[in-house]
């Protein structure tokens, strides 16, 4: 029995597009020496060139963050599940820009469909017309 390794969709174009894997080693490093051995460049988008994970990679074995276990000196055994995982970056400003990028998705078929004007010529929703405004 091996070692599965889930791939992220950004990675999988160095796996031929396989979402799941199998490796083998005694420790998380050496599963990583191996998958390189069949998927050339794998690695090197997880490890640094100072040796260690790069800090915008997660990497869980059994679902334990890996960072916990020991990094790359983490233990794997037969069976065991890694995933890995790229980190999730945006905080207030990402936030920001999904709302923003919302609201002008929202907006655009309106101005397609002639903006203000079209949305004004539309009846009311009683399908009377309304009544002036009392302040003219």
Request: hydrophobic letters at 45%; aromatic letters at 6%; zero cysteines.
């Amino acid at each position: 029995m091996a070692i599965e390794v889930r791939i992220p969709t950004i990675l999988r174009s160095y796996t031929g597009g396989a979402k799941s894997v199998e490796g083998a080693g005694d420790t998380l490093a050496d599963l990583l020496a191996d998958l390189d051995g069949r998927y050339t460049g794998l690695r090197a988008r997880l490890i640094t060139d100072q040796g260690g994970l790069h800090r915008f990679v997660n990497v869980y074995v059994n679902d334990e963050d890996v960072r916990f276990l020991g990094a790359l000196d983490a233990k794997v055994n037969n069976g065991d599940t890694v995933t890995i995982l790229p980190a999730v970056a945006g905080g207030a400003f990402g936030f920001a820009a999904a709302a923003a990028l919302r609201q002008h998705r929202a907006i655009a078929p309106e101005r397609r469909a002639g903006g203000h004007r079209a949305a004004a010529a539309a009846p009311s929703p009683r399908g009377a017309t309304a009544a002036p405004s009392p302040r003219g």
